[in-house]
Nanobody, 119 residues
Framework: QVQLVESGGGLVQPGGSLRLSCAAS????????MGWYRQAPGKERELVAG???????NYADSVKGRFTISRDNAKNTVYLQMNSLKPEDTAVYYC?????????????WGQGTQVTVSS
């Protein structure tokens, strides 16, 4: 079994910063890709940022220049540094990762962490 555990969400004022963390644990051979999604009330879940092995990253247009995804391979952890936060960034943020396991290639999701941007 594989687990993704997120941390770092909370309440922040507009213009502020937060860093989300997502640590993977359990039984797997390797991590192919990791990323962050978010879902605001009444909206569909959307990709915020992703990173594949080798370091290639991609970002939603709405967060380019403000958010940075990074990964610590030794800790099997992915981070999302969020700067210049706006009220429209308010959402539940979910970690997502693609693993190679004994059962094949499998996608797992974290439980989600709430980010609220408000004055």
């Amino acid at each position: 079994q594989v687990q993704l555990v997120e941390s770092g969400g909370g309440l922040v004022q507009p213009g502020g910063s937060l860093r989300l963390s997502c640590a993977a644990s359990g039984s797997f051979f390797s991590i192919v890709a990791m990323g962050w999604y978010r879902q605001a009330p009444g909206k569909e879940r959307e990709l915020v940022a992703g990173m594949i092995n080798g370091g290639t990253t991609n970002y939603a247009d709405s967060v380019k220049g403000r958010f940075t995804i990074s990964r610590d391979n030794a800790k099997n952890t992915v981070y999302l540094q969020m700067n210049s936060l706006k009220p429209e960034d308010t959402a539940v943020y979910y970690c997502n990762a693609l693993f190679r396991t004994a059962r094949g290639t499998v996608v797992y999701w974290g439980q989600g962490t709430q980010v609220t941007v408000s004055s």
